[in-house]
């Protein structure tokens, strides 16, 4: 097969051809169509949240709080609600950690200044348990860190 035959046959037959016209209707169909699809993904966006990542580690002091009598009730993903306490001795920047209303223990003293501080501003944090696998955990001496968690800011989407 010669060039120039390669080149015709790759072209789209209805190159040649003049567009045809759209009838209004069809147009006026099309553009309502698309407005509406955007109000919808619009709407749809009002309600979400964009969350920045903070922190994904150990949930602090597991073995001295209620994290061994409920760990088999809490599951991936679980929600998880952070608490300052400020009259910690140990921590003047201490975050409690509770699951439905079971203390869980802390965020990591290393780690919680940035975190203490949007929450002491009113930023709104989110905590999610990282739940390991139990085949990790069978393997886990350490019981002071038994759960992990991940926290975020949530912003306005």
Do not use: Q
């Amino acid at each position: 097969m010669s060039a120039n035959r390669l080149r015709s046959a790759s072209l789209p037959l209805a190159v040649n051809k003049r567009p045809t016209a759209m009838k209004r209707s069809d147009f006026i169909r099309l553009l309502l169509t698309g407005s509406a699809v955007a109000v919808a993904k619009g709407a749809e966006a009002a309600g979400r949240k964009r969350l920045r990542y903070l922190y994904s580690g150990p949930v602090n002091g597991t073995y001295y709080y209620e994290a061994s009598k409920v760990y088999d009730r809490i599951a991936h993903n679980d929600l998880l609600e952070l608490r300052l306490e400020t009259d910690n001795a140990h921590d003047h920047r201490a975050i409690e950690v509770f699951w439905n209303g079971h203390k869980l223990g802390y965020l990591p003293r290393a780690d919680n200044k940035v975190i203490y501080n949007l929450m002491k501003d009113g930023a709104v944090v989110e905590a999610r348990i990282k739940k390991e696998d139990r085949k990790v955990l069978a393997e886990c001496e350490d019981l002071y860190n038994l759960i992990r968690m991940r926290v975020w800011m949530v912003e306005p989407y």
